[in-house]
């Protein structure tokens, strides 16, 4: 490789001189300084709103301060006693820095104390989690913020009423009944994209009405008139409805995993099992006003229990559960949402109930309790009468059963001919099975009683009618029987289909026609009669 001569690089430093010598010339040095008219109209709140969000505030050193009001008054010898209590409560919440205990002249404390955090997040947890808690039966804790006494000093003479929000309307909730064939909707969620799709049940093939992607986050549940659709998330349920499916409302509860309606759809009942572990506070069972959106009574139930926890009355003024211990019917009424008279009706040893579809009437049943029978009772409220009972020996279990119009109601009786104990347990032999037929509209609600010897499988109600199903039996000698019920008669046997390999009975929501369908490891198919 040939190297340069020094006159070369002489000549090459001559060129860069010249070179630069005229970019000078051609181009001026930019200019960057602003107009002398110029006005900057960009705050530092833009420009260094992330430097600016750390500049000392004016209350810089009370917003980690609290004041716990409600402390038990003590003297001077019981000053330290009182702390290790205070402070065992309040150092769960954060790292305590300070903390202050005023005292009158004889030394007492004056019943409020000021602890400081070593944050203010720690400071609004410790507010959040301790106000209202209750140390004892004479001292319940009012805590606050050291910042909120300036804060509602300054709340300034003159009110300024807020501006009434614009009226959204949220179109015709009961569109769907102005379908000139009156063809039925029903939803799907698919499996692998959790995507949401509403048919309509046109004829020959259905029709896809909506499809959403990631709708709900698991599943959906319609209510009870169709009205609405109820999606599932994180952070509540959300209702929707109308032509297009707009969201109606939403409700802001943690890991919701039930819902249910009641039958009117003036209210929603959220239940989530496992609460949320970020806010202690939040209630598992939670009422809701549909209309309004607002919450009207929330609960926290003992233990495991049955869903839905709540039954409502036909017409939603009321509601009820069984007490935690089994000897109480509690019974509550809206809108106000308290206890019906303010109590419970105690009823030892009852083990369910359910209300009747078209009246304000309970029907219960009550375990055996040693020499005392089981019975099935018939409780119309407001008013609390007894209205029918009915006296039960060598029961097992009872399931309830109302007829949809209400015209009748059947108990399933599980009897048994011996009972023994073994280790805590109760086992029982000779089991066989009585039907308790309640005639509801007649006078003294006659009761008529259908013996079934062998196991059953299944019982179904007609919707509208008077006749019902039985399934019973055991594989491969399964039978379906159809009953009718007529007034001042038992219940006549209509028709007996023998060797039917089904296990589940479902009616047309009018009656008249009925599935017979074997579902599960034991189905063999289904026949509709």
């Known amino acids: 490789m040939a190297k340069k001569k020094p006159e070369d690089k002489n000549n090459q430093s001559d060129d860069d001189t010249k070179n630069e010598s005229d970019y000078s010339s051609n181009e001026e040095e930019p200019n960057f300084s602003d107009p002398e008219d110029y006005e ?34 003590v003297g001077p010898n019981r000053i330290e006693k009182l702390k290790s209590v205070i402070v065992k409560i309040f150092v769960k919440f954060g790292t305590i820095v300070n903390e202050f205990y005023p005292v009158n002249s004889e030394g007492h404390t004056k019943g409020y104390i000021f602890i400081e955090y070593a944050s203010p997040s720690e400071a609004a947890e410790a507010v959040k989690l301790t106000n209202n808690f209750k140390l004892d039966k004479h001292h319940t804790f009012q805590v606050n913020l ?61 029709s896809l009405i909506e499809a959403r992607s990631s709708w709900s986050q698991t599943y959906i549940k319609w209510s009870p008139l169709g009205t609405f659709l109820c999606t599932f998330h994180r952070l509540g349920v959300a209702l929707w409805a109308g032509p297009g499916f707009l969201q109606y409302k939403k409700f802001t509860h943690s890991n919701v995993q039930f819902i249910d309606f009641s039958p009117c759809e003036k209210y929603l009942v959220t239940y989530s099992p496992q609460g949320d572990p970020h806010n202690p506070e939040q209630k598992r069972i939670i009422i809701w006003d549909i209309r309004t959106g607002l919450e009207k009574r929330s609960f926290n139930p003992e233990g495991p229990s049955a869903w839905p926890i709540f039954r409502w009355s036909h017409d939603d003024k009321y509601f009820a559960r069984i007490g935690s211990n089994n000897d109480a019917l509690q019974v509550y009424e809206t809108p106000s949402f308290g206890l019906l008279d303010k109590k419970s009706i105690k009823i030892n ?20 309790d ?48 011996k009972v023994r104990k073994e280790k805590n347990e109760t086992k029982y032999s000779g089991m066989y099975c009585n039907f308790e037929i309640f005639h509801m509209k007649e ?31 055991e594989s491969p000698s399964i039978s379906a029987s159809f009953y009718e019920v007529r007034v001042g008669q038992a219940p006549i046997l209509l028709k007996k289909f023998e060797k039917r390999a089904c296990n589940h009975l479902f009616w047309s929501p009018s009656g008249q026609f009925i599935v017979l369908a074997g579902l599960g490891s034991n189905g063999g198919g289904s026949w509709i009669c």
């Open 146 to 206: 050291f910042t909120d006494f300036a804060k509602y000093d300054q709340i300034p003479n003159k009110w300024d009423p807020p501006e009434p929000q614009p009226y959204q309307g949220q179109g015709d909730l009961h569109s769907y009944l102005l379908e000139p064939d009156a063809y039925d909707q029903f939803a799907v969620v698919v499996a692998q994209t959790q995507a949401v799709q509403i048919w309509q049940n046109t004829q020959p093939d259905p």
């Open 40 to 73: 900057d109209d960009v705050s530092d709140e833009e420009l260094l709103g992330d430097i600016l969000k750390d500049k000392p505030k004016e209350t810089d050193g009370v917003e980690s301060v609290i004041v716990v009001d409600g402390v038990p008054q």
């Open 349 to 368: 040893g009852i083990r369910d109930f359910n209300w009747s579809p078209t009246d304000n009437v309970v029907a219960y049943w009550v375990a055996e």
């Open 443 to 473: 006078k003294q609600i006659p009761v008529d009683s259908v013996e079934c010897k062998e196991p059953i499988q299944a019982f179904a109600w007609e919707p509208v009618g008077s006749k019902f199903a039985m399934i019973h039996g």
């Open 370 to 417: 040693k020499d005392v029978p089981a019975s099935v009772t018939l409780l119309e409220l407001p008013n609390r009468n007894e209205i029918r009972k009915k006296n039960l020996f060598n029961v097992a279990d009872c399931k309830i059963h109302w007829q949809k119009s209400g015209d009748y109601l059947c108990v399933k009786v599980d009897r048994y001919s």
